[in-house]
């Protein structure tokens, strides 16, 4: 069984400091990536993926993540936060099968950006 | 953004009532979902389908049920609403044509009282 390990349910940073949100997975096989991001109530949007190739992967609105599979992470950073990157965020790993991409996700780290 | 509508968008219900909530696609992607999002626990997923009449059970899919008709439509069903299942339900979907990831609805706040 897969699962995601997300280390902080809270994290608060200034404006303009780098944002690292930590994701640790549990995967028998190759694993698919995600991170998705949660607004106030909204649904879920992709943030980035990872699934083969490189292993540092750029996303939307200057997000990045890289994957290390030694160390099973996948952790999402942004060089500069921004207030509006105040959301929720949330790691998946998915079983890619017959029924489709059922993804796992991780408990959810709400971000909070501080002047 | 991707078509997909949940309806209701809030729902005030008793304990021991049916509850149908609603996903509609207009995006003809073969798989759609069910989620559940509760603080502390992320989004579980309860039931999902990869066509129509195909359905499969989730991680927690106790006291549900679900039925998909027709491509666009996937219904969720709480046959006896418990309060235990207060919760934000999200529908999602996702293409069969090698893209990995899904899109979500913008939710349903069911609460059980």
């Known amino acids: 069984a897969q699962s995601v390990t997300q280390l902080g349910s809270h994290v608060s940073v200034s404006e303009g400091a780098l944002v690292l949100l930590r994701c640790n997975y549990s995967?028998?096989?190759?694993?698919?990536l995600f991170w998705y991001v949660q607004y106030p109530n909204q649904g879920l949007q992709l943030l980035l993926k990872?699934?083969?190739?490189?292993?540092l992967v750029k996303g939307i609105n200057g997000f990045e993540a890289e994957f290390k599979k030694s160390e099973t992470s996948f952790h999402l950073t942004k060089p500069s936060a921004h207030m509006s990157d105040a959301a929720e965020y949330f790691c998946?790993?998915?079983?890619?099968?017959?029924?489709?991409?059922?993804?796992?996700f991780g408990t959810g780290t709400q971000l909070k950006v501080e002047l | 953004d991707a078509g997909i509508t949940q309806s209701p968008r809030h729902k005030v219900t008793e304990t021991g009532t049916p509850v149908t909530l609603r996903c509609h696609q207009t995006e003809n992607h073969r798989y759609m979902y069910w989620y559940r999002q509760d603080p502390g626990h992320g989004l579980r997923l309860i039931h999902y389908s990869y066509g129509v009449k195909d359905t499969d059970k989730g991680e927690v899919s106790d006291g549900y049920s679900v039925s998909r008709s027709k491509t666009e439509d996937f219904l969720l069903t709480l046959e006896s609403a418990t309060s235990s299942q207060t919760s934000v339900y999200f529908c999602?979907?996702?293409?069969?044509?090698?893209?990995?990831?899904?899109?979500f609805g913008s939710g349903t706040q069911l609460s059980v009282l």
């Open positions: 999602a979907i996702g293409s069969d044509i090698g893209d990995e990831k899904l899109f």
């Open positions: 990872y699934t083969t190739g490189a292993t």
């Open positions: 995967s028998s096989v190759p694993p698919y």
């Open positions: 998946a790993v998915s079983e890619f099968t017959g029924g489709g991409n059922k993804l796992t």
